[in-house]
C-alpha cells in the first residue's frame, strides 16, 4: 500500500497478469463477508473508462476476489446508497 495518492492503494493483478493501481474507497461488511469499493489510482488511467471496482474479501484470509453476478447489483446499490446519503448529510 502506498500512501503517496492520500490513500490505502492495493495493487490487484488480474487473470492476464495485468497489475492495477487501486484506492480504497469504502467498505461495508455483511453476513461476515466485507465488500470494498475501490476507484483507479493510475494517473494514466482515464477514470471515464474505469468505474468503481467491487471485490470481497474471502472469509477467513486477506485475499480479495471478483463479486458474483448476482451480489454485484445488491453491493454497487448499497455502496451507492452509503455514497448519497453521506453527500445529502454534508448539504444539510
Do not use: C, W
Request: charged content about 40%; proline content about 2%.
Amino acid at each position: 500500500m502506498d500512501s503517496e495518492f492520500g490513500g490505502d492503494i492495493y495493487t490487484i493483478t488480474d487473470e492476464d497478469g495485468v497489475e492495477y493501481n487501486l484506492e480504497h474507497v469504502d467498505t461495508i461488511e455483511l453476513g461476515g463477508v466485507y465488500y470494498l469499493a475501490f476507484l483507479p489510482a493510475d494517473k494514466d488511467v482515464d477514470d471515464e473508462d474505469y468505474g468503481i471496482v467491487l471485490l470481497k474479501q474471502v472469509p477467513g484470509s486477506e485475499e480479495l476476489e471478483n463479486l458474483a453476478e448476482e451480489e454485484e447489483e445488491e453491493i454497487y446499490d448499497r455502496f451507492m446508497e452509503r455514497l448519497f446519503s453521506e453527500e445529502d448529510e454534508e448539504n444539510e
